[in-house]
């Protein structure tokens, strides 16, 4: 059986686009691309058409992960969410104990994750430590260079 995968409408709509883009865009140009070096002859010894397969290939297991990705997609009505505690597209600001460097990431999907964005994944080592935590809560997260000690100041 197919594994759920929990998405905003946002996220959702993005795989879509991305999906749509690859099979009505670059799937086609791949067949222009085997069928040109089709016409240079002898498929025996050409490097052209080997390369434009092995690129079919990889783009047709792309498209097939993500049909199945959105097929299996469950939307998360953010509406119905608790503030109370940290969870999936709570946005939570955290404080570095030591540095008291203030950080503040939204916890969200893994195919939404975009650090540069303050966008966490959930399944992150920091994510990780502070779902279920309230607000005046501390997390110790282990990372390569030790532990972190972090406090919860807020979720939104």
């Not at 991305?18 to 222009?32: C, F, G, T, Y």
């Not at 990889?58 to 959105?70: G, N, T, W």
Request: proline share 3%.
């Amino acid at each position: 059986m197919a594994k759920q995968t929990y998405i905003t409408k946002e996220g959702l709509e993005k795989l879509k686009a991305e999906l749509d883009q690859l099979m009505n865009v670059e799937r086609p140009k791949i067949s222009k691309q085997i069928a040109e070096a089709r016409d240079k002859g002898d498929l025996s010894e050409n490097a052209e058409y080997d390369a434009a397969k092995d690129a079919q290939g990889m783009l047709e297991l792309k498209i097939s992960q993500m049909q199945e990705i959105v097929s299996n997609s469950r939307i998360i009505d953010e509406s119905k969410l608790d503030n109370s505690k940290a969870r999936i597209l709570s946005t939570v600001t955290i404080e570095n104990k030591k540095t008291k460097q203030k950080m503040t990431y939204t916890l969200v999907p893994d195919q939404e994750a975009d650090l540069k964005a303050g966008k966490l994944s959930v399944n992150s080592p920091i994510a990780q430590a502070l779902l279920g935590k309230k607000v005046g809560d501390s997390a110790d997260v282990k990372v390569p260079a030790g532990v972190i000690s972090l406090k919860l100041l807020d979720i939104k």
